[in-house]
């Protein structure tokens, strides 16, 4: 698994937290992060950057979301796949990773943490969301991945394809 990846988690799950217990103190956050990234401070620094810009900016990425989610609500989503798209369109409109590997490595936390569709799901969901934004730029996505460290099989789900939700909450 890759170290990045592995920050991810480790955001997904704070994210999920903060999903069921909006509460929380936000040291208990940091020492997880610490503590689940085993002091590497690179890493604690992406993770943390991701986690509070999520948190941050969480109403736009909801808004973009409800806006591709056609016929699906945030509060009807399984929680670990809102979480999964949220952690994924923040990374997908918000900074410089390509679109082909937020998607993948999207793919690769709900295929770990949500059910048997959820993957297919979060696919589809961020998919449009890409291909929504590549639009209203102009811009296109590369066919290959150019990142050697987050290498996963593309998937994409054509225009067509509706995904699929999750029924069901599973977690870490």
Partial sequence: MSTRRRAREVVLQLL???????????????????ARLRDNQPLIDFATHLWRNVLKNRW???????????????????????NVLRLGTYELLMTDTPGRVVIN??????KRYGDRQSS??????????????????????????TTAEETAEPASLSADSSPQPSTAVTSD
Avoid at 16 to 34: G, I, K, R
Avoid at 73 to 82: T, Y
Avoid at 105 to 110: D, H, S, Y
């Fill in 16 to 34: 999920y937290e903060d999903d069921l217990n909006p509460d929380q103190d936000a040291s208990v956050a940091e020492t997880f992060l610490s």
């Fill in 60 to 82: 736009e990425i909801d808004k973009a979301l409800s806006a591709c989610a056609k016929n699906w609500s945030l509060r009807r989503m399984a929680a670990i796949d809102r």
């Fill in 105 to 110: 490595e999207a793919i690769e936390l709900a």
């Fill in 120 to 145: 297919q799901f979060v696919n589809g969901i961020l998919d449009r969301l890409l291909n929504d934004a590549d639009t209203k730029t102009g811009q296109t996505q590369p066919d290959e991945l």
